[in-house]
């Protein structure tokens, strides 16, 4: 899942550099599919569609921008893979 997502959030990015306006044509392409697909995108992209829709706000570009970044960044943090921390007893007993 990182790595799907860290693609699409490098996809928003580039298109956010390049031509903002596909970013808002995703979003207003979103918003006219039948409501089921719409909350199962929702569902399954739930960080992506969220920075759609601030980026379709007409809140000011600064805080767009540092809301759609925040949120990205948390979506990639979350799905880093992690160490499992081991207990002090597990280390004992497998000595």
């Known amino acids: 899942l990182l790595l799907v ?23 207003h392409r979103l ?10 995108a929702w569902l399954l992209f739930l960080p992506l569609t969220a920075g759609l829709w601030i980026w379709g706000t007409d809140w000011a570009p600064l805080v767009r921008v540092l809301l759609v970044v925040g949120i990205a960044g948390w979506n990639l943090l979350v799905f880093l893979p992690r160490r499992e921390p081991v207990s002090p007893a597990v280390a004992v007993a497998t000595e």
């Open 5 to 27: 997502f860290a693609g699409l959030w490098v996809a928003v990015g580039v298109s956010l550099v390049r031509e903002p306006a596909r970013i808002e044509g995703a979003w």
């Open 31 to 40: 918003r006219t599919v039948p409501l089921v697909i719409q909350a199962v």
